[in-house]
C-alpha cells in the first residue's frame, strides 16, 4: 500500500517560517490528490491546503497569502510552506493523500503520522 512519512516540523518564533515536506511510497500507481491538514490541541483536523488533479488549489482561509502547497509529482512528494506564522498555527499537521496502489483498484485516502509545528509567542 501507501505510506506517508512528513518531516520540518519544529518550534518556531511568531513571524518565523517552516517547510513542511511529505514523500509516499510503498506500491503506487496514482495519487489523483495530495494536501496537509492540522489538528490542534481540543479541536478537530481540519484541512489547511490541498491539491488536486482537475480542480484549483483549496486552501483554508486561515493559510491563504500565508502558505503554499506545492507538489513533486516525479518525487511524490507535497511540501508546505508555511510564512508568517502565529500562535494559533501551533497543531500537527498531517499529510493527506488519495491514492490508487493497482490500476484496477479504487482510490483511498491515506494520512501521515504527523509532525507538531509549535509557535511561541
Known amino acids: 500500500q501507501v505510506q506517508l512519512v512528513e518531516s520540518g516540523g519544529g518550534l518556531v518564533q511568531a513571524g518565523g517560517s517552516l517547510r513542511l515536506s511529505c514523500a509516499a511510497s510503498?506500491?503506487?500507481?496514482?495519487?489523483?490528490?495530495m494536501g496537509w491538514y492540522r489538528q490542534a490541541p481540543g479541536k478537530e483536523r481540519e484541512v489547511v491546503a490541498t491539491m488536486s488533479d482537475g480542480v484549483p488549489t483549496n486552501y483554508a482561509d486561515s493559510a491563504k497569502g500565508r502558505f503554499t502547497i506545492s507538489r513533486d509529482r516525479a518525487k511524490n512528494r507535497v511540501y508546505l510552506e508555511m510564512n508568517s506564522l502565529k500562535p494559533v498555527d501551533t497543531a500537527v499537521y498531517y499529510c493527506y493523500a488519495r491514492a490508487s496502489a493497482y490500476y484496477n483498484r479504487p482510490s483511498r485516502d491515506y494520512w501521515g503520522h504527523g509532525t507538531q509545528v509549535t509557535v511561541s509567542s
Open positions: 510503498g506500491t503506487i500507481f496514482s495519487i489523483p490528490a
